[in-house]
């Protein structure tokens, strides 16, 4: 959530919006499905 809060917090947003939710999961590493 602390990536979440910090894209909320550059877009100068007070509270986490769906938005911020949804670019913060772009950043979480791919894991390989075995």
Not at 1 to 25: C, F, P, Q, V, Y
């Amino acid at each position: 959530m602390s990536i979440t809060r910090t894209i909320a917090d550059l877009a100068g947003e007070k509270e986490i919006s769906t938005n911020h939710l949804a670019e913060a999961l772009q950043y979480r590493p791919k894991q390989d499905e075995f």
